[in-house]
């Protein structure tokens, strides 16, 4: 299928903006749903030591993860409304993952903590990250995002 359908991108364009922002959506509830978890809540599905490395996570690390969610929720709406702050928006995303991770790997041994389905997870999520970036740098060097 042509990249351009009567000079207006293809359905996979609008397939994968729709995934991203449905990625995207997922992570600030992750984020919304992690925040606002009492030490009670959370101690109904992690053991003692879990909640203590998550009550005591440094604001700079929450906020990176603040930072992360937004943008990545505002890059994937740049991207379907086709304007090409999607780009920078999802590399403020990258980013801000990579600084939430250094505290998480770096600086805490979140894999000894809760195993190695952090560092799996936070693997998919820089992956996706860097797969956005890249398209949507593609997307706005064909002309589908200005």
């Not at 801000?96 to 505290?103: D, E, G, S």
């Not at 903590?113 to 560092?119: E, R, V």
Request: proline residues 3%; glycine residues 8%; neutral net charge.
């Amino acid at each position: 299928m042509s990249d351009l359908l009567n000079g207006r991108p293809s359905l996979s364009f609008w397939i994968i903006g729709g995934a991203a922002l449905i990625w995207n959506l997922f992570g600030l509830i992750v984020y919304v749903m992690q925040v606002g978890a009492s030490p009670e809540e959370l101690a109904a599905e992690f053991t003692a030591e879990q909640v203590e490395f998550m009550m005591s996570t440094p604001k700079w690390a929450t906020s990176a993860f603040a930072i992360a969610v937004s943008a990545g929720v505002l890059g994937s709406l740049f991207l379907l409304l086709r304007k090409a702050w999607a780009v920078p928006m999802f590399v403020i995303s990258l980013v801000a993952v990579l600084i939430q991770n250094v505290n998480s790997f770096v600086l805490n041994d979140v894999i000894g903590l809760f195993g190695t389905t952090p560092a799996i997870i936070q693997s998919a999520i820089v992956i996706v990250g860097v797969l956005l970036i890249w398209y949507s740098r593609g997307a706005k060097d064909k002309g589908w995002i200005s």
